[in-house]
């Protein structure tokens, strides 16, 4: 299915053909030109089905340079930001070394090398109760910036109350 026009629309299966999606690292590259799609799978009824797919990713070690006949002016501001989270994760990772008494540049080179900027899209729901967001789940990196905006739907389970905590957005922040 494909979310198009607000509503999802049935994509219907032609036989022994595939289907390409747009990725959303390709809309970035494209600065918008290009669109991904929102999509999902659901289950059927009737017929057991298998999914089989495969995806062309950048290696980790790519560098996305933008492209500057992308560049438009209104979108100038948020790369900047972008920009400067690579800076701030490098002091936060120099000040963790020197309080946790680690080595000079401890976590300098393949440590900190990566950087990966990801994107969830969540539409307003009449009934948050009847969708799943984002599942529980631990961060397996060094360290995450989520950019929250004005939504409050960041949620931090507090083993001492066994209980689920609503972080509350900064503003600004």
Known sequence: MVFKDEQWLVVEPVPDAFVVNIGHTLQIISNGKLSSAEHRVVTNKKILRMSVVSFIILPETAILNLQKHFLIRTAR??????????????????????????????????????????????QP??????????LKHYDGNLLTFLLQEQVHDLQVFKLRSNGWLLILSLMPS
């Open 125 to 134: 729901c009449p009934d948050p109760t009847l969708t799943l967001g984002l």
């Open 77 to 122: 501001g948020s790369w900047k930001l972008f920009c400067g989270v690579r800076k701030l994760s490098l002091c936060l990772l120099d000040l963790i070394t020197e309080g946790l008494e680690l080595e000079y540049e401890f976590f300098e080179g393949e440590l900190s090398q990566v950087q990966i900027m990801g994107m969830n899209y969540y």
